[in-house]
């Protein structure tokens, strides 16, 4: 059978969006931890339902990270972390043949020809959005789904958290898939019905002609009898150098380095971080003997054209804390989700 079908409806929200006024982070509850009819010795910290626990019991899996159903906790893997491509940005896992790379590339100029067509600025590559998106391809051709979210119910802003926590931004995507004699053709043919599938279906275009989007990554998976392509959007915001760590010892000190993407002004960028005592000071770095209590303002350093180091220190209390980045602008700051980071 011959088949090549576009997802019924694309992602056009932006997963992560910004949150105004210093958002405050908060422990969200304490629970027992069970593993195997084990039971961790002290609480674990559930952040948004997953849970960082010091698993005494069973030491090989200390500081890994679990889900919760609300009566269970399993373990997950830790976050796979893409390989190093040239600039800093993540690189594929495995490798990719010729036909497939020559397809993304056609699909990603076809894309931009689409938008320069329609008076939008083309959108930049990021390979790091590009490895998310192959992620999400080779799962749906091993699992043999088709759909935003897979069989486990994680969808784009999971996937950007796992393969690209790096990036400060929000997420949209498209997906397509192909069978059959569809397969046979040219390299340039499939990557013309890719693109003109989601050219042709309303919510996937509004994507691919949103103007707030400066960055995508287009990846292709392939089987003997399936293709399998998303592409992954972005109005990225930041990029930040390394990762940072999910678990820290109160009192620790990090500086941050890493680059201002798409629109931002860097004379605007500032961070913020959330801390885990609601009734804690911070003074504020404007010089002045100003403080904000919840929360600390952090100051950034310009350090080259693009780019930024910020400093921030664990020295609010055990907890959790977490590292946002964002903007002042006209008197508002408003910050990107971030890194959350448990303290004890």
Not at 123 to 151: C, I, T, W
Not at 207 to 212: D, Y
Not at 310 to 323: H, L, Q
Request: glycine letters at 10%.
């Amino acid at each position: 059978m011959r088949k090549a079908l576009i997802a019924g409806t694309a992602l056009c929200l932006l997963f992560g969006a910004l949150s105004l006024v210093c958002p405050q982070t908060a422990l969200l509850r304490e629970g027992k931890l069970f593993i195997k009819g084990l039971t961790s010795a002290a609480p674990a910290y559930f952040i948004n339902g997953v849970a960082y626990v010091p698993l005494t019991a069973v030491q090989k899996l200390y500081d890994e990270a679990a889900r919760s159903d609300g009566k269970d906790v399993y373990l997950l893997a830790a976050p796979e972390t893409p390989a190093t491509g040239a600039g800093g940005q993540p690189a594929s896992d495995s490798p990719i043949s010729p036909r497939v790379k020559e397809i993304e590339a056609e699909c990603f100029r076809l894309q931009n020809e689409f938008r320069e067509g329609n008076r939008r600025e083309a959108l930049a590559l990021d390979e790091g959005l590009q490895f998310v998106a192959r992620k999400h391809s080779e799962d749906m051709v091993n699992r043999n789904y088709f759909a935003h979210n897979a069989p486990d119910g994680t969808g784009p802003a999971d996937r950007k958290r796992r393969y690209y926590p790096r990036l400060f931004g929000g997420i949209g995507e498209n997906i397509f898939t192909m069978s059959g004699s569809y397969l046979s053709r040219s390299t340039a043919e499939i990557a013309s019905i890719v693109v003109k599938g989601w050219e042709d279906s309303p919510a996937h275009r509004e994507n691919m002609l949103n103007t707030e989007f400066t960055h995508a990554g287009i990846a292709v998976a392939m089987s003997e009898n399936t293709l399998m392509a998303t592409c992954n959007f972005s109005p990225e915001f930041a990029v930040i150098d390394e990762s940072l760590p999910d678990v820290t010892e109160v009192g620790a000190r990090f500086k941050v380095t890493g680059e201002v993407r798409g629109k931002v002004p860097i004379a605007s960028l500032e961070g913020y971080l959330g801390i885990p005592d609601a009734s804690a000071k911070c003074p504020v770095p404007d010089g002045t003997r100003s403080y904000t209590i919840g929360g600390c303002f952090l100051k950034a350093k310009r350090a080259g054209e693009r780019r930024f180091e910020i400093s921030f220190e664990t020295n609010k209390g055990p907890g959790v804390y977490e590292f946002q980045l964002g903007q002042a602008k006209e008197g508002k700051h408003s910050f990107y989700g971030g890194w959350k980071i448990l303290a004890r």
